[in-house]
């Protein structure tokens, strides 16, 4: 028997893999001529970020950059600061990608050693960790019509994962001293964290705005050259153009600090009470796009011995976006020696999902005097932690609110965090398509009615199709209104 079918390809754009991939760099830092030797290095960070990358046939390079910031004493016992920026490229293996294949990466700086060779070079290596996420097109071929057939169609709420950009927010400030500071003789050390304050869609464009907090620490032009710190805000936005997006998708917004400068200047008076603050921010978008997929389970054709074969079409599940403001106590056990805390520095990052709990790193940097009155730094690591229960995976961005901190008598820094959380959280399913059926070679002859006892929880497609009847049929014979049956009962099969 010859029948008359039409197919179509179903297609979703979702998560593909994601990866953490470790980054281990080496650098040799010369000093410029214009700085002083180096007599003790006080403090060495690192601050990494991914600008760009290329997706081929077989293989993903991510081009990224690392800043190492050095904080030291001279020879005089003045602090002084230097920097230097090294790029870096990552090749990762990705085979099966399609044309269509896109990303998402960020990096987060694990740690930082360092050794000085002499008073010229340090030589300095960085542990970092990219979070790459590929999201690429699943096609899957599907039954759409066939003659003389029944066909079971299921409705299934999809999250297209469908897009993502990545620009960079420029910024480029002036500061003045407050009244009544002392003037600046060197800046030494800074540091910033950004938090998202509005994201706009429209169509093919995003506006994003962002909150930037900067501190900086600088000595003081004076005979005691004491160590002061300055904290300002202020605000960037970038639009950014992205084919295909709606005011009615969702965007998820993830901010890395890039690069931050900082130069002292003076006033007419030729003492050093500006600064100025330059840089950008990396903003990673991804974009989702909610919307209503028909997908053909089964099939047959009735008074045959129908022959189906089945696809599997994976997809991940409509969710629903998360914005959630927590607060987080957290403790880091500081060294004996400490007299006075400088400055505080935080960076929240390494974000994983899995188990409905999304989890992240919160490190911490802390410039302090000792009881010996050197200024020395200090470096910890604490987990955060929150529930997104009933969902397995998310695209997931967190903000620093505001922190500040106490120590206690046995030299613990109590932190207290407050920290936004933006996500959108979401389930990974596997529906059965058909992809082709039969008729097969056998014709089935039905009576015009059949007595069939059913069981509950029983499916009446699945008696409709043993049967070769119709569903809507049976519903009507029986008086039933659901599509399972809600307990035993004797059913009336009238022939289709």
Known sequence: MEIKKEFSCVEHCGKAFTRQIEVENDFQAALPAYCDDVY????????????????????????????????????????????????????VNAEGLSDSAFLSAEIFDKYTNYRVINQRRIDVHSSSVIQLTVYDKNNCPSVCSCDNSKLKIEKYKVADIFNTAKQKL???????????????????????????????????????????????LYTADNDSEALERAEYSFNASKIIDSPGISDEDLA?????????????????????????????????????????????????????QSECTYSDFSFSEA?????????????????????????????????????????????????????????????????????????????TSIYINSYDYTISNNNTLELRLNVN???????????????????????????????YFGKTNE????????????????????NLQGDTLSSQRVLIIPKA
């Open 252 to 304: 998820i917004v993830k901010l890395n600090n890039a690069s931050l400068f900082v130069k002292a200047k003076s006033n007419s008076n030729d003492k050093i009470t500006g600064l100025d603050v330059f840089g950008d921010i990396m903003a990673d978008i991804t974009f989702i796009k909610e919307k209503e997929t028909e997908l053909v389970n089964d099939g047959y054709i009735p008074y045959y």
């Open 459 to 478: 499916s009446l497609w699945d008696i409709a199709k043993a049967f070769s009847s119709d569903l809507t049929a049976i519903k009507n014979e029986n």
């Open 319 to 395: 969710g629903k976006r998360i914005s959630d403001n927590k607060s987080f106590n957290l403790s880091y056990r500081m060294p004996d020696d400490v007299e006075k805390i400088y400055d505080v520095s935080l960076k929240v990052g390494n974000i994983t999902t899995g188990n409905g709990v999304i989890k992240a790193k919160a490190q911490i940097s802390v410039i302090f005097e000792s009881i010996s009155k050197e200024i020395s730094s200090f470096s910890g690591e604490e987990d955060l932690s929150f529930d997104i229960n009933g969902f397995s995976d998310a695209v």
């Open 40 to 91: 003790r290095i006080v403090n060495c960070c690192a601050n990494s970020s991914i600008n760009s990358a290329e997706i081929s046939i077989n293989e993903i390079k991510l081009y990224g950059k690392t800043e190492i910031c050095i904080t030291y004493y001279n020879e005089s016992s003045s602090l002084c600061y230097v920097d230097f920026e090294e790029e870096f490229v990552k090749t």
């Open 421 to 451: 959380l933006e996500a959108y959280a979401f389930n990974n399913r596997t529906a059965k398509v058909l992809s082709d059926i039969f008729p097969g070679e056998n014709r089935i002859n039905m009576p015009a009615l059949t007595v």
């Open 170 to 216: 420029e910024f480029d400030e002036e500061f003045t001293l407050p009244s009544g500071s002392e003037p600046i003789k060197r800046v030494v050390a800074f540091n910033m964290f950004s938090s998202l304050s509005e994201i706009k869609l429209i169509k093919d464009k995003a506006l994003i705005k962002a909150v930037v907090s900067v501190s900086i």
